[in-house]
């Protein structure tokens, strides 16, 4: 069953801007999301914007806003390039027993990401 639903968007050209930024890139983001975002090269912002409203859209899955840091949801990407969540800290509690499932895509100068909560029942 169906708990939760997130959607967010960001703009790419907000987030080129904040590459340089380590005090950004710090409190966002965990190394290992850091070092995929710099592995893209020419679409670092891209990639950047689209974990970055991955995160949003987890948390208005959930329901709560962000309540808890954006460092313990963290973004990954399987072989097949699907990403997903892996959640730690307060995140991990707020959502423990629950399914996410995270798309995100790009166009037009902008990601957007989606969450859909489920029961793992």
Do not use: W
């Given at each position: 069953m169906i708990k939760g639903l997130g959607l967010d968007v960001c703009?790419?050209?907000?987030?080129?801007?904040?590459?340089r930024d380590e005090r950004f890139l710090e409190r966002y983001f965990n190394e290992g999301e850091t070092g995929y975002i710099q592995s893209k090269g020419r679409n670092a912002a891209q990639t950047m914007a689209g974990i970055f409203a991955a995160k949003e859209a987890f948390a208005k899955a959930l329901?709560?806003?962000i309540v808890f840091n954006l460092k313990e949801i963290s973004i990954f990407h399987d072989e097949a390039g699907q990403p997903g969540y892996s959640l730690s800290g307060e995140a991990e509690?707020?959502?423990q027993g629950?399914?996410?499932f995270l798309s995100i895509?790009?166009?037009?100068?902008v990601a957007a990401a989606v969450c859909v909560r489920e029961d793992n029942i």
């Amino acid at each position: 069953m169906i708990k939760g639903l997130g959607l967010d968007v960001c703009e790419i050209a907000r987030m080129e801007k904040l590459l340089r930024d380590e005090r950004f890139l710090e409190r966002y983001f965990n190394e290992g999301e850091t070092g995929y975002i710099q592995s893209k090269g020419r679409n670092a912002a891209q990639t950047m914007a689209g974990i970055f409203a991955a995160k949003e859209a987890f948390a208005k899955a959930l329901g709560t806003g962000i309540v808890f840091n954006l460092k313990e949801i963290s973004i990954f990407h399987d072989e097949a390039g699907q990403p997903g969540y892996s959640l730690s800290g307060e995140a991990e509690k707020l959502g423990q027993g629950d399914r996410f499932f995270l798309s995100i895509s790009h166009d037009g100068g902008v990601a957007a990401a989606v969450c859909v909560r489920e029961d793992n029942i």
